[in-house]
């Protein structure tokens, strides 16, 4: 049985979002909705998706439609969710899930009163490249995690593609380091505390640019994540996140252009690089080859009735450590997750 979807927001990121539903089996994207006139049109003709709106109340009001894919920024988010919450259909909504903790908790809660899915789009740990560190660590390859460090730094000019980026108060941790931070969760478990440090390097953005954080995880192991769109190297790592994972039996490394090494129960070394689907281009075929995987996770668990393994749910645990490590860079002292 086909399933059908809307998606709402056709800006920078949507055209990835549409091209992976395009590529899903079962999926059709039916009705598309966007308050900017220009970006509804240009999506319209590339997707051929002829039920258009610019009012998403009106959307979920001519229904026909089983799941909503918000592909929005965060301010808009939590209304469109309750929308969507009320019109009983499923969901998947682009991170940072929200600006405050308060607003994630309501969607959550919204989508559980109404029975439906509720999935982040939080796609870096869906990437192939961590997907295999993960395999590997999983299946004991190095024993327990006792640290785990996920680093991404670049001098990549995110910028162009994404003014929005270069305004706002907060900056890498609340756009990049949300990422990472997810990803040192899916290693390692869950937080206890964390303590971070910040800085802006490039004069022209309002927000941070550079971030470290520490994260004291409940099963005992520490991470590092740290990250930086101020760091001029060559090769350029953009958008590559980096691993360092040492654990009671061994020790394993993804470093730069994708290269998987473990050393530990066996020894291995080898190329994890994405593959460059038809549609995407280097070097953000890392991320968008995740989109498609992360989507296909999204249609799997509502087909079979299982919880995301990002859902809304488990994504307030990384908004969480994103609100604690903007608290602790301002006041300088370690915050307790328990205290967000
Ligand atoms: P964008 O500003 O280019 O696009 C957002 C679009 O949503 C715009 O066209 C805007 O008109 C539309 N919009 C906003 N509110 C609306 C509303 N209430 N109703 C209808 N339309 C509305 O932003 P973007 O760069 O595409 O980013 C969108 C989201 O995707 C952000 O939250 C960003 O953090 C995220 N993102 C994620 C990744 C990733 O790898 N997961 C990468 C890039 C961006
Ligand atoms: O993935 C993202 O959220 C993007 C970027 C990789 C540029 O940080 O905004």
Redesign the pocket.
């Known amino acids: 049985m086909t399933m059908k979807g809307a998606l709402i927001g056709c800006g920078f990121f949507a055209e990835n979002q549409l091209h992976a539903w395009r590529d899903i089996e079962g999926v059709d994207i039916v009705a598309l909705c966007d308050r900017d006139p220009v970006r509804l049109k240009f999506c319209t003709e590339k997707f051929g998706v002829t039920r258009t709106y610019s009012d998403a109340a009106e959307m979920f009001a001519s229904g026909g439609f089983d799941f909503v894919d918000i592909a929005t920024t965060a301010p808009s988010h939590r209304p469109l969710v309750e929308m969507a919450a009320q019109a009983g259909v499923h969901i998947i909504c682009q ?1 940072p899930f929200a600006e405050t903790m308060q607003d994630a908790r309501a969607m959550v809660v919204a989508a559980k009163n109404a029975g439906k899915t509720l999935m982040v789009h939080e796609n870096f740990r869906w990437q192939l490249p961590i997907q295999a560190a993960l395999k590997a660590v999983r299946s004991g390859a190095i024993g327990t995690p006792f640290f785990c460090r996920v680093s991404f730094r670049s001098g990549y000019d ?1 910028f162009s593609g ?1 003014p929005y ?1 270069a305004k706002g108060k907060r900056f890498i941790i609340e ?2 380091g949300i ?1 990472i931070l997810d990803i040192a969760r899916a290693f390692v478990g869950d937080v206890s505390q964390i303590s971070a440090t910040t800085r802006r390097i490039n004069p022209n953005i309002k927000g941070e640019d550079v971030a470290t954080m520490m994260l004291s995880h409940d099963g005992g192991a520490t991470s590092i994540v740290d990250c930086s769109y101020a760091t001029q190297r060559k090769p350029e790592t953009f ?1 590559q996140s980096l691993l360092e994972i040492d654990g009671t039996e061994g020790t394993l490394r993804l470093d730069a252009g994708y290269k998987l090494t473990v050393q530990g129960k066996t020894d291995s070394e080898i190329d994890v690089s994405p593959p460059l689907l038809p549609w995407a281009e280097k070097p953000w075929h890392n ?1 968008q080859e995740s989109v498609q995987t992360i989507q296909q996770h999204f249609v799997t668990c509502i087909a079979t009735g299982t919880e995301p393994e990002t859902s809304g749910t488990d994504n307030l645990k990384t908004l969480a450590l994103v609100e604690a490590a903007y608290l602790s860079a301002e006041t300088g002292t370690a915050i307790n997750l328990s205290d967000i």
């Open positions: 991170k995110v994404q980026l756009d990049l990422h958008p991320i």
